[in-house]
Structure formats: structure tokens, C-alpha cells
């Protein structure tokens, strides 16, 4: 079975940036749907961004236009660019793909 793992959080400033990265230990292709969760403190998990296959794309209405999601299949990666980031965007970063998900990765927005 695939395994992901999750790199690339950490502490960033208000109106920062972060990249993290979701690498599969397997092939990534025939996952039609990859996806960023997140989960903050005392609250319930909830959808950041999907890709599909295809390369389309659905986003959170709070990322919109802040976040970017992409996928290589061929390099069995996930990313999630983090543009604008704000201290609600704190929280664990999960990356998914149907029934599989990573470990999570911490970001934390704060100054």
C-alpha cells in the first residue's frame, strides 16, 4: 500500500509563505484524488484543496486565492503552496488519497 509522507511546515510570520511538500511511496497516478486537510487545535479536520488527475482543482473558500495545490505523478509528489499566510491558516496539514493519508506536518502562523 501507498504510504505519504508529509514535509515542509514549520513557523512562518504573518503574510509569509511555505511549500509543503506529500511524498507517496508508491505510484500516485492511479489515485484520481489527492488532497490537503487540515486540523487545528479543538477543531474538526476540514478539506484545504483536491487535485485531480486531470489537474483540476477545488479549494476551501478561506485558501482561495492564497493557496495552490499541484501534483507530478511522475515524481509521486504532492504540493501545496502557501502564499498570504494568516495565524487561522495554524494548524496540522494532512495529505490524502482515498483511503491513505500521511502523518501531517505542523504549520504555525504567528508572530
Known amino acids: 500500500q501507498v504510504q505519504l509522507v508529509e514535509s515542509g511546515g514549520g513557523l512562518v510570520q504573518p503574510g509569509g509563505s511555505l511549500r509543503l511538500s506529500c511524498a507517496a511511496s508508491?505510484?500516485?497516478?492511479?489515485?484520481?484524488?489527492m488532497g490537503w486537510y487540515r486540523q487545528a487545535p479543538g477543531k474538526q479536520r476540514e478539506l484545504v484543496a483536491l487535485?485531480?488527475?486531470?489537474?483540476?482543482?477545488n479549494y476551501a473558500e478561506s485558501v482561495k486565492g492564497r493557496f495552490t495545490i499541484s501534483r507530478d505523478n511522475a515524481k509521486r509528489q504532492v504540493y501545496l503552496q502557501m502564499n498570504s499566510l494568516k495565524p487561522e491558516d495554524t494548524a496540522v496539514y494532512y495529505c490524502?488519497?482515498?483511503?491513505?493519508w500521511g502523518q501531517g506536518s505542523l504549520v504555525t502562523v504567528s508572530s
Open positions: 490524502n488519497g482515498e483511503k491513505i
Open positions: 508508491g505510484d500516485i497516478f492511479s489515485i484520481y484524488v
Open positions: 487535485i485531480t488527475n486531470g489537474g483540476g482543482t
